[in-house]
């Protein structure tokens, strides 16, 4: 496969109700995707994107569209695989963005154990099948050359953050098999892509009470995703100033960013930053 390849036709989107994959979404139709399956949690912001897509759709010179929401967990390993299946029988899938996580709000046992079911288990679910599809449809010869997986991990998942401990160890297991399948994996053929992206505009950060710099807004943050995505760029990492900086913290001997990661402001029993609870970041 080259490294500039020709937009898919058909994407598939988990965590795609709101935030970065909502954005990922409406961004594929407006570049010509054809076929989008995305899935998420709420049934009534699943369908909200769905017009969206077709609003995208329409705008472009009313080209075909097909969209299909559904409304799944992704930590339910056999519903997660027979909705790939479904969508791969539909149209072969081409790239498939597994994008669903969420924050750990306090970190006590229950929304720690949470956050490791989705933002892990929730991963496994949905690119061990996708593998296996994508070796099946090659051997099958169905559907194009470009097979592409692109793991949502974060920033955070840089170095040790005593802020948000669930939630940075999560996304830095995603970040380290991400890059480490793609090693594995492009002997085969299929590109492995990891996102670490810094404070995106999403129903996490809306909640956020803390310092959030470098914000950005989902769309602009799809854009930058598709791009990268669509060149190959194996670790997606952005903004770049927030890049440098954690890279940095992790790259510094163990007690000094132990004590840079214990100054950042504490949280509160509501996962709000001390002394901010009743504020919103608003940008």
Same mark, same amino acid.
């Given at each position: 496969m080259k490294s500039n390849v020709k937009n898919p036709n058909t994407v598939l989107i988990t965590g795609a109700s709101s935030g970065i994959g909502e954005a990922l979404a409406v961004e594929c139709v407006k570049r010509g995707v054809r076929n989008i399956f995305f899935c998420g949690r709420d049934a009534e912001r699943v369908s909200a994107v769905v017009r969206k897509c077709e609003a995208a759709a329409e705008c472009d010179s009313g080209k075909q569209l097909t969209v299909l929401g559904e409304v799944l967990d992704v930590t339910d390993e056999e519903s997660v695989r027979k909705w790939l299946e479904k969508c791969n029988a539909i149209a072969p899938l081409e790239v498939v963005f597994s994008n669903a996580g969420i924050g750990t709000g306090i970190e006590n046992a229950a929304n720690v154990r949470r956050t490791f079911a989705t933002n892990v288990d929730g991963n496994l679910n949905v690119v061990l099948p996708v593998i296996e599809i994508f070796r099946s449809n090659k051997a099958g010869g169905i559907g194009s050359d470009r097979r592409q997986i692109v793991l949502t991990a974060s920033i955070a998942g840089y170095a040790p953050l005593s802020t948000c401990p669930a939630y940075a160890a999560t996304k830095a297991a995603m970040k380290s098999w991400g890059l480490s399948l793609r090693g594995m994996l492009k002997r085969e053929g299929i590109w492995v892509n990891?996102?670490? *992206?810094?404070?995106?505009?999403?129903?996490?950060?809306?909640?956020?009470?803390?310092?959030? *710099?470098?914000?950005?807004?989902?769309?602009?943050?799809?854009?930058?995703?598709?791009?990268?995505?669509?060149?190959?760029?194996?670790?997606?990492?952005? *903004?770049?100033?927030?890049?440098?900086?954690? !890279?940095?913290?992790?790259?510094?001997? !163990?007690?000094?960013?132990?004590?840079?990661?214990?100054?950042?402001?504490?949280?509160?029993?509501?996962?709000?930053?001390?002394?901010?609870?009743?504020?919103?970041?608003?940008?």
């Open positions: 990891v996102i670490c *992206p810094g404070f995106i505009r999403s129903r996490i950060t809306d909640r956020n009470t803390c310092p959030m *710099p470098f914000f950005m807004e989902a769309d602009r943050a799809a854009k930058v995703m598709l791009d990268r995505v669509d060149r190959n760029v194996g670790l997606i990492a952005f *903004p770049w100033p927030m890049r440098f900086g954690v !890279w940095l913290m992790s790259a510094l001997p !163990w007690r000094v960013s132990e004590f840079i990661s214990g100054i950042l402001p504490e949280k509160t029993s509501s996962g709000r930053c001390k002394g901010r609870e009743s504020e919103r970041i608003a940008f």
